[in-house]
């Protein structure tokens, strides 16, 4: 979501991801009662804000098990292509994000997930009180330079995919590895605040995590027969009793 300061106004994404049986994107995305697509103007569990209507995007992997990701600026029930899109493609694995930008993050392509590089997808919901107030520059050390050229934007959410494809392992623990080096790096200016709800997937598994510093974490949920797949995402789909929260400050790992 991106970067904070003590003034501005904190404000939240919504995610969601799936994994499972090839499944059409306005099934994933529009088509459940309380669809991501839905909290993008209607989100129930936000911390400030309920309107997400600073762009979104949707990643998959193609036929060749490489990344695609669609993005748009506009908020999601703007966005004109979103029926062709939505009737149209069908795959097995989904990432998608709905932005309520933080002040002073710009809202272009450059700052909207999902994010992709060496084969992964990401997203993240959530900020990092004054990241470039030092933090930023603590954590671009940790980051391999080869890695760092391929940042674009000026968002503590895509630093912090940079810092977890620097680390070595499987998906999941690059993101456990990640999420270490940035607690390490929040412990060293106490007070600062940081909501660090992430989702990385390489299309066999998905690993989410629900954690914050000095805040309350964002809410985080998974499904595991949803739709012939399994799902993790910021609010629940339906009413459903298959829905369950991710205890804070914990991972949760799924796959097809």
Known sequence: MGGCCIAWTVFMCRIAAFIG????????LSA????????????????????NADGWGVAWYDDA?????????LPIWADGNLDALSRSLTRPVWLANVRSATS?????????????????IFVHNGYIERFSEGIRARMRAEIDPAIEEDINGNTDSEYLFALLRSQPGTPAEKLARAHERTLALLGETPSRKALLNMIVTDGQAMTGLRSSVNAPA????????????QVVASEAFDDSPGWSAVSAESFVTVSA
């Open 21 to 28: 049986a090839p499944c059409r994107l306005d099934t994933f």
């Open 65 to 73: 098990h490489v990344p695609a990701v669609y993005r748009h600026i």
């Open 104 to 120: 002073g993050l710009g809202t272009d392509h450059a700052n909207t997930q999902p994010f992709t590089g060496d084969g992964l």
């Open 32 to 51: 459940p009662p309380h669809s991501l697509a839905r909290q993008a103007w209607d989100a129930r569990e936000t911390i400030s804000s309920t309107v």
């Open 218 to 229: 964002p809410s985080l949920y998974v499904h595991h027969d949803w739709q012939g797949g």
